[in-house]
């Protein structure tokens, strides 16, 4: 199916990477930046230019886009959503790709800045790149394959199916946003005016990995009121709800439900913020775990340490609330099984093995789950993320739109 195609993900993403789209998790506005409408921007005369005629963008700078069915049998509509922001963690400012052809093991010294090596031993996924090309940044910047892959993967698949018609497929859209960083990517996203019925995020690691399943998540907020007094005369008045909030981080397992003592399949509960004077503190926690009965066990099992604490002090009080946060795809997926199961057979067809994954975090994939559009994320092929090393191969790159390719084709043929 690939064999007179020329791939155009690598020399997209080599072009995106430069466009500064650093999100801002302290700004209110939407986007949080005005720059990541200028890759949006660039996107929507390309898809055109590709012939995706109905690209546009809206004021909130995503990008909608349809790739019209090209069958008489009835298909789902499938979107395909990548995030064109990267992260606020590591400058994203005068990014200079480097191309490193033909990789053969060795040490990748960054060209701008030579404590910045990329080896083998500490990146052991490269031991799979032997013989390939790899792009990293300069080692000033992050390079933003976090997800300027997954966009410009997105962006190759449209060339593909435009200028392959006699590939067969159903509706297909197209989703950028911004702010995923910031954890805002769907906050404005229009699923009615989407229309799809499945999508994918294009936002994973190696090739071949699937990711269905995030974590639960809810946010604690305590807030211990204390009893104020002036210091001089507080003998036997004063609580103070500081010394309080102390206590309650003292009394936390040391061993155990810490993000720090867990991995795999093990959840959490984390302070994450702490502010207060004498009268008044607040503690904000986040609250994690793959089993949203486990979220309320988490829960209630802070409560209660909580309680029998402030037994010591009656004339103090503290409220409690949980907010929820987002919940595990996984719950919404089973509910749909052809959707990773597709994209399984995909897989397989670009000849990869396939690595399912279950994700510590959340993913805009995560919301749009429950929001009524079930959505696994897959491989886009980025590498040490967030970070002056981060790394891609072209070979990735292309194996992702394979894929894809892929993906449309078992959904026309099992539908
Ligand atoms: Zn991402």
């Known amino acids: ?76 509509v499938i979107c395909f959503c990548a995030h064109v922001d990267t992260a606020p963690d590591c400058s994203g400012t005068g990014v200079q790709p480097v191309i490193h052809n033909n990789y053969q093991g060795q040490d990748i010294a960054l060209p701008d800045d030579a404590t910045q090596v990329l080896r083998m031993i500490d990146y052991p996924y490269l031991k799979t790149q032997i013989g390939n090309d790899i792009i990293t940044a300069s080692g000033k910047t992050l390079l933003g394959s976090d997800d300027k892959a997954g966009v410009a993967e997105i962006m190759d698949l449209a060339n593909f199916l435009m200028t392959n018609k006699d590939v067969k497929h159903g509706g297909i859209k197209i989703l950028f946003t911004p702010d995923e960083e910031v954890g805002r990517g769907t906050e404005k996203v229009d699923l009615k005016k989407l229309g799809a019925n499945f999508a994918y995020t294009l936002d994973g690691g190696d090739a071949g990995s699937l990711e269905d399943e995030t974590f639960s998540a809810d946010a604690v907020q305590v807030i211990i009121h204390g009893v104020i007094a002036h210091p001089g005369y507080a003998k036997g ?74 037994r010591l002090y009656t004339k103090a009080s503290f409220e409690y609330k949980v907010t929820e946060q987002y919940r595990n795809m996984k719950e919404v997926l089973l509910l749909h099984p052809e959707v990773v199961d597709h994209a399984k057979e995909a897989i397989k067809r670009a000849g990869l093995k396939v690595k399912t994954e279950s994700i510590r975090g959340g993913t805009d994939g995560s919301r749009l789950s429950f929001i009524g559009l079930p959505c696994p994320n897959l491989f886009a092929g980025e590498q040490a993320i967030h970070s002056k090393l981060e790394f891609i191969s072209v070979q990735d790159m292309n194996k992702a739109v394979e894929t894809m390719v892929h993906l449309v084709t078992v959904w026309h043929e099992k539908s």
């Open 1 to 76: 199916m690939f064999e007179n195609y020329r791939f155009t993900a690598a020399e997209r993403f080599l072009r995106y990477v430069q466009i500064d789209t650093q999100s801002d998790p302290l700004s209110k506005s939407s986007p949080s930046t005005e720059k990541q409408k200028d890759l949006s921007r660039i996107l929507v005369e390309e898809l055109k230019m590709i012939g995706v005629n109905d690209a546009h963008m809206d004021e909130w700078g995503y990008v909608y886009a349809t790739i019209p069915s090209n069958t008489e049998k009835k298909v789902p």
């Open 237 to 310: 008045k004063m609580i103070n709800a500081m010394k309080i909030a102390g206590e309650i981080l003292a009394a936390l397992p040391k061993n155990r439900l810490s993000p720090e003592s867990t991995e795999g399949k093990r959840g959490f509960m984390h302070p994450v913020r702490i502010d207060g004077i004498a009268e008044k503190c607040t503690i904000d926690f986040i609250i994690r775990d793959f089993d949203t009965k486990g979220l309320q066990k988490k829960e209630d099992y802070l409560r209660t340490q909580i309680e029998e604490l402030m």
